[in-house]
């Protein structure tokens, strides 16, 4: 497959870009997130209700949003008072480690705890793409069904943790936790799971309890 | 950069193959619709609700199913006796023309009138991949969003059509229908919107009365 071939090419100098964000990245003590799940899942509501929490706790944060275009979603999160870079990827369906490390040229590293990276809205490609981030997790919505491990099980796979999100709306669905914490195990044993809903806070705590520690 | 020149190889034999399917489907009379929306947007249950509905109606259908892995929805849609094809894309993020020439070979396309080609949960790649239907839509559920539309603008620009899914659970978020067809109207004018529920069955009927005309 000719596919392939070229794939393999573009991602060797991603991995090692990567690696140059990541020492970049732990040479200033910066723990990096790179957030990834489906389009609308959730990633920037529940990112504006926890820099918002964190921020009162006294932890300096920074955040990169990736977007196809517009700057939607970094104006939300500007208007928070949290450095932020955009990255439109004009088209592109994931961040690649080349646009982070240009990104990070342009965020005060020095005075920041924690880096979010908001992925493109995309559950597929950009869990192939390292972009130096200490820890990825997917963020998967209650309404996007449970049985969305077992399907984009090589997806989850690269996942150090999971977010199940949009909780409040658990009733109004056939989400079953239970089957999803199942399925993830089975995938990736001992994953940890983080159920919430930035809307009603339900859950927060303890994922917030965890980011501070 | 590298990358467009590669897509643009790996394009031009898609967009010819693209050609040959849409003659053989043309020949056969058939309507042929690729169904793009992300992970949990609604498009199987819309699919089993719909086949249904078309199968006691008379309408005889058949059905293309792209996933990355297992055939959970194939299963799914098997179950309702209409012929299935399942292409497992093993990791890729939408199908292309060739995988979709060979699924066409394996169905009855003397006996049917309408075929669904559900891609590959992704809202992104597989809107850049012709297939040789007669018309692209986009499955968008109120969960996603109303900020989609623009956020996706050259998606959603690809499509013919868009349906608005999960309409059930609309009083349970902040989606607004006038705000995403008054972008979608922007995008691309005089595109046709239908806001529906498979599950509670409203707004069903002008999208089947659609569909048999």
Same mark, same amino acid.
């Given at each position: /497959?000719?596919?392939?071939?070229?794939?393999?090419?573009?991602?060797? +100098?991603?991995?090692?870009?990567?690696?140059?964000?990541?020492? #970049? #990245?732990?040479?200033?003590?910066?723990?990096?997130?790179?957030?990834?799940?489906?389009?609308?899942?959730? !990633? *920037? *509501?529940?990112?504006?209700? $926890?820099?918002?929490?964190?921020?009162?706790?006294?932890?300096?944060?920074? %955040?990169?949003?990736?977007?196809?275009? $517009?700057?939607?979603?970094?104006?939300?999160?500007?208007?928070?008072?949290? &450095?932020?870079?955009?990255?439109? *990827?004009?088209?592109?369906?994931?961040?690649?480690?080349?646009?982070?490390?240009?990104?990070? !040229?342009?965020? &005060?590293?020095?005075?920041?705890?924690?880096?979010?990276?908001?992925? %493109?809205?995309?559950?597929?490609? &950009?869990?192939?793409? =390292?972009?130096?981030?200490?820890? @990825?997790?997917?963020?998967?919505?209650?309404?996007?069904?449970?049985?969305? &491990?077992?399907?984009?099980?090589?997806?989850?796979?690269?996942?150090?943790?999971?977010?199940?999100? @949009?909780? =409040?709306?658990? +009733?109004? *669905?056939?989400?079953?936790?239970?089957?999803?914490?199942?399925? #993830?195990?089975?995938? @990736? +044993?001992?994953?940890?799971?983080? +159920? #919430?809903?930035?809307?009603?806070?339900?859950? /927060?705590?303890?994922?917030?309890?965890?980011?501070?520690?």
């Amino acid at each position: /497959m000719v596919e392939v071939r070229l794939d393999r090419n573009v991602l060797e +100098p991603n991995a090692r870009i990567a690696e140059g964000n990541r020492r #970049l #990245l732990a040479d200033h003590g910066v723990f990096a997130l790179n957030m990834i799940g489906s389009p609308g899942c959730g !990633k *920037t *509501t529940l990112l504006e209700t $926890t820099l918002r929490r964190l921020t009162e706790a006294g932890v300096r944060t920074a %955040v990169i949003e990736g977007d196809l275009e $517009t700057s939607r979603d970094a104006d939300r999160i500007r208007s928070l008072r949290v &450095p932020t870079v955009q990255i439109n *990827t004009r088209g592109g369906c994931h961040l690649d480690a080349r646009q982070v490390a240009g990104a990070l !040229k342009d965020l &005060p590293l020095d005075d920041i705890h924690l880096l979010f990276i908001e992925n %493109v809205g995309n559950l597929v490609c &950009p869990t192939a793409y =390292d972009l130096g981030e200490t820890e @990825k997790t997917i963020v998967l919505s209650v309404t996007e069904g449970h049985d969305k &491990p077992v399907k984009y099980a090589g997806a989850f796979d690269t996942a150090d943790f999971v977010i199940v999100s @949009k909780l =409040d709306l658990l +009733p109004h *669905t056939d989400f079953s936790l239970e089957t999803a914490r199942a399925d #993830l195990e089975r995938i @990736k +044993p001992g994953i940890r799971i983080f +159920p #919430l809903s930035a809307r009603t806070g339900d859950g /927060m705590g303890q994922w917030l309890d965890w980011l501070r520690r």
